[in-house]
């Protein structure tokens, strides 16, 4: 099967089954969403949402967390990954915004990255959901499942991941497929044991097809 027919297939598939996919993240403004995607790397958005909401009582905006101090912010968020470099990111983060963009979300992937904290996946979500551009954010979800499906070959890291995936996607549906196969890795293409009984990709999927389909 040729790449751009599996596309298709998958396309055809997200759109009947997943027709409305957006972020699990709970925000109420641009900055809410920069914070919480930068919370969870390496956490579930899970816990995230359950941390944020007192956070965001008392930060709510880039230019409230600029005057926090980086223990201040870190006693609200101690209870996920890596709480101490997270906290500096959001003070120090904050700081940055306020003098540099005054206070508001830039919405190019060059000024983001001037931001602690924002590397080009964050700023990927940020620019897709926010802004609706064509970004192609690939965390260990969207690396893991684009591999198992073939929709990616040989792909050793998340660029070539994304430089993949943006070459077959029309553009008008990058932002959607980012969260398709997020979800899809989230709830049924799972890491360790994926679910291929309750999939509906399995008849073009190259996983299911050379590893798990009787009589393989």
């Not at 995607?37 to 956490?43: D, F």
């Not at 905006?61 to 209870?79: H, L, T």
């Not at 802004?131 to 192609?136: C, S």
Request: with cysteine; net charge positive.
């Amino acid at each position: 099967m040729k790449k751009a027919e599996l596309f298709n297939h998958v396309i055809g598939y997200f759109e009947a089954t997943m027709p409305v996919a957006e972020t699990e993240l709970i925000y109420s403004n641009p900055f809410q969403l920069l914070v919480s995607v930068i919370l969870s790397a390496q956490c579930t958005d899970k816990r995230v949402n359950i941390i944020t909401p007192p956070l965001f009582r008392k930060f709510p905006d880039a230019k409230a967390m600029s005057k926090a101090s980086v223990d201040e912010v870190r006693e609200y968020i101690k209870s996920i990954s890596y709480p101490n470099s997270k906290a500096g990111y959001l003070v120090n983060g904050s700081k940055a915004l306020v003098e540099k963009f005054n206070g508001e979300i830039p919405s190019t992937t060059e000024e983001l990255t001037t931001i602690p904290g924002v590397g080009r996946k964050t700023a990927n979500v940020i620019l897709s959901v926010i802004y609706n551009q064509p970004k192609m954010a690939v965390d260990t979800h969207v690396y893991r499942v684009a591999a198992r499906i073939g929709l990616t070959t040989n792909a050793k890291n998340p660029l070539q991941t994304e430089t993949q995936l943006m070459k077959y996607f029309p553009m008008e549906k990058i932002p959607l497929a980012h969260h398709w196969l997020i979800l899809h890795g989230r709830y049924i293409c799972l890491a360790r044991k994926p679910l291929c009984e309750k999939c509906g990709l399995t008849e073009w999927c190259k996983y299911y097809n050379q590893k798990v389909k009787p009589g393989k």
